[in-house]
């Protein structure tokens, strides 16, 4: 379902990520709320939280309602973390499609004259627009 490793799982409920998960002759039995558990760890793992700011979460979330604002507040910050990454990598993919555009017209062209003339601010408007972004400080 998740892709991972059984190794990956292990280590989840070894440093406490499944406090409820309950075992049958040893082995584990993941319910709902271990599934929807690893959702949530898988989630976070990919917006680049650690392993022990997850640990804190699954901590306050066996504290109760009282740890509702430090729950969100987790949230609050991995949101804004996320944002900034997409920021980063649109700047990136905007470089990247103009420079995809920039060789499809040199290839055209059979050089880079007509090119040269057009930067830094005599490029198509849309290739204009991704340029201005990719290229800003």
Not at 26 to 42: A, D, M, N, P, Q
Not at 56 to 72: H, L
Request: proline fraction near 4%; hydrophobic fraction near 30%; charge should be positive.
């Amino acid at each position: 379902m998740f892709h991972l490793p059984v190794s990956t799982l292990r280590y989840y409920d070894k440093e406490g990520l499944f406090p409820e998960l309950k075992r049958t002759s040893g082995i584990r039995r993941f319910e709902e709320k271990e599934l929807e558990t690893l959702r949530v760890i898988e989630c976070l793992k990919k917006s680049g939280m650690e392993i022990k700011d997850i640990k804190q979460f699954i901590q306050w979330c066996s504290e109760g309602t009282k740890t509702y604002p430090q729950r969100r507040e987790i949230f609050l910050k991995q949101k804004e973390a996320v944002e900034a990454e997409i920021k980063r990598l649109q700047k990136a993919l905007d470089m990247i499609c103009f420079k995809c555009w920039y060789y499809e017209q040199a290839i055209k062209d059979g050089n880079e004259d007509k090119l040269y003339k057009m930067l830094p601010d005599k490029l198509p408007e849309k290739i204009q627009k991704i340029y201005n972004h990719a290229h800003e400080q």
